[in-house]
């Protein structure tokens, strides 16, 4: 069954240093998301991409956060200078185009970022 | 206003007995999606049903079933049989608007916990 990977599982940064997360979606799928869930807190959303473009974004996402998908198959998520509250576990989701199906977001296994 | 209230933040069930895990949701949009997901301690993001707004029928999946109630505003999550593996955080979730490329927002989640 395919599945959206996410590398690597666990990263830990220093205050200031840029970090790339990234993530491989579903290779048919056209929707790409970004969610991170602070630990114990619910899960919230970034920042959605499709068509090589930005579709939405939420508060969260500023100017320290950029999306990138440099090739066919990866769909990166770049921190430019992080911060203690970065820290928290970052998902990466996607999901098909087709209609009349649910809709439904797949999930990566998650990255846990840890800025010390 | 919260879009997702979930306001129990923990369950106990027995094994082999039935639960409900609530979720309410608030939005103006005629046509949503909504959603539960299964977060275990591993972290990742596990897909369990999706009922969509316009469906006429409760959605199901093997043990899990969804007691959507429109005019309410409510999408139970009801888990039959419980087993030891269903402990878990469980999330709900929303999509607003009919084209599905809008991101998810979720509820704060609800710890399940199955005793023996």
């Known amino acids: 069954e395919p599945e959206v990977t996410q590398t690597p599982s666990h990263q830990v940064t220093q205050m200031g240093q840029e970090v790339i997360l990234r993530c491989v979606p579903i290779s048919n799928h056209l929707y790409f998301y970004w969610y991170r869930q602070i630990l114990g807190q619910k899960v919230e959303f970034l920042v959605s991409?499709?068509?090589?473009?930005?579709?939405?974004k939420s508060e969260i996402f500023d100017d320290q956060f950029s999306v990138e998908r440099p090739d066919g198959s990866n769909f990166t998520l770049k921190i430019r200078s992080t911060k203690l509250e970065d820290s928290a576990m970052y998902f990466c989701a996607s999901r098909s185009s087709g209609r009349g199906d649910s809709y439904e977001q797949y999930f990566g296994p998650g990255t846990r970022l840890t800025v010390t | 206003a919260q879009k997702i209230t979930q306001t129990q933040p923990g369950m106990f069930v027995q094994e082999k007995e039935a639960v409900t895990l609530d979720c309410t949701y608030d939005?103006?949009?005629?046509?949503?999606?909504l959603f539960w997901y299964k977060q275990p301690s591993s972290g990742e993001m596990i897909f369990l049903i999706y009922?969509?707004?316009?469906?006429?029928q409760n959605a199901t999946e093997g043990r899990y079933s969804l007691n959507f109630q429109k005019a309410r505003k409510s999408a139970n999550l009801v888990i039959s049989a419980s087993q030891l593996g269903d402990s878990a955080m469980y999330f709900c979730a929303m999509r607003e608007g009919g084209t599905g490329r809008r991101a998810l927002t979720f509820g704060s989640g609800t710890r399940l916990q199955v005793q023996p």
């Open positions: 009922q969509g707004s316009y469906d006429q």
């Open positions: 939005t103006s949009d005629p046509s949503y999606g």
């Open positions: 991409f499709y068509n090589n473009e930005i579709s939405e």
